[in-house]
Nanobody, 132 residues
Framework: QVQLVESGGGSVQAGGSLRLSCAASGDAYRRKCMGWFRQAPGKEREGVAIIYSEGGNIYYAYYADSVKGRFTISQDNAKNTVYMQMNSLKPEDTAMYYC??????????????????????WGQGTQVTVSS
């Protein structure tokens, strides 16, 4: 089993920054793909950033086009924690952010995100609110 616990959400003004953390427990092989989805009120859940790691190695990070250049996902294997640094935040970034993980390598690719339908493990979510 895998458990994911998010932290770091909050309220900021446009242009500000936040860092989200997702602490994981459980077998590492079950979370080859790990990262963040978000869901704004009245909208479908969407992928934001996913990191692919296996055997203790971090291989690649994938980003939604809407956050490229502003968000950075990283992973600290010693702490079993994934971070997402969010800079230059915009009001349209306002959403509930969920940490998710999956054991299937294919789930890492953006074309397979599909709102996280294939992801087997989820955190409880953390709210990010960006005011203009």
């Amino acid at each position: 089993q895998v458990q994911l616990v998010e932290s770091g959400g909050g309220s900021v003004q446009a242009g500000g920054s936040l860092r989200l953390s997702c602490a994981a427990s459980g077998d590492a092989y079950r979370r080859k793909c790990m990262g963040w989805f978000r869901q704004a009120p009245g909208k479908e859940r969407e992928g934001v950033a996913i990191i692919y790691s296996e055997g203790g190695n971090i291989y690649y990070a994938y980003y939604a086009d809407s956050v490229k250049g502003r968000f950075t996902i990283s992973q600290d294997n010693a702490k079993n924690t994934v971070y997402m640094q969010m800079n230059s935040l915009k009001p349209e970034d306002t959403a509930m952010y969920y940490c998710a993980a999956d054991s299937n390598r294919g789930s890492c690719y953006p074309y397979n995100w599909r709102g996280g339908q294939s992801y087997g493990y989820w955190g409880q979510g953390t709210q990010v609110t960006v005011s203009s």
